[in-house]
């Protein structure tokens, strides 16, 4: 699993990310990759274990990522994300 406090970039999922100054009260980051600007919170966004457990599952049972998306109202992009990290970790 990733470092406490890692932000990845929503554009380009670089890990080169840096603090930015804050822009009314929130905090900014700046991607060093592809030097976008966000907010952590609309990219921060932290699903439980279970929901993740039970997501993978059901993905391994056949669901496809469009209706466990539409299922547990998480993007496509997160739970490939996960899918993905999770078959690295396996081998
Ligand atoms: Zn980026």
Same mark, same amino acid.
């Given at each position: 699993?990733?470092?406490?406090?890692?932000?990845?970039?929503? *554009?380009?999922?670089?890990?080169?990310?840096?603090?930015?100054?804050?822009?009314?009260?929130?905090?900014?980051?700046?991607?060093?990759?592809?030097?976008?600007?966000?907010?952590?919170?609309?990219?921060?966004?932290?699903?439980?274990?279970?929901?993740?457990?039970?997501?993978?599952?059901?993905?391994?049972?056949?669901?496809?990522?469009?209706?466990?998306?539409?299922?547990?109202?998480?993007?496509?992009?997160?739970? *490939?994300?996960?899918?993905?990290?999770?078959?690295?970790?396996?081998?």
């Amino acid at each position: 699993m990733g470092k406490k406090g890692e932000v990845i970039c929503p *554009h380009c999922s670089s890990i080169q990310v840096i603090k930015n100054g804050k822009s009314n009260g929130k905090q900014t980051y700046l991607c060093k990759s592809c030097y976008s600007r966000f907010f952590l919170d609309r990219v921060k966004k932290r699903y439980p274990a279970s929901i993740k457990k039970e997501t993978i599952k059901l993905y391994n049972e056949g669901y496809t990522l469009t209706e466990l998306s539409k299922k547990f109202n998480i993007k496509v992009q997160t739970i *490939h994300y996960w899918i993905k990290t999770l078959n690295r970790r396996k081998q």
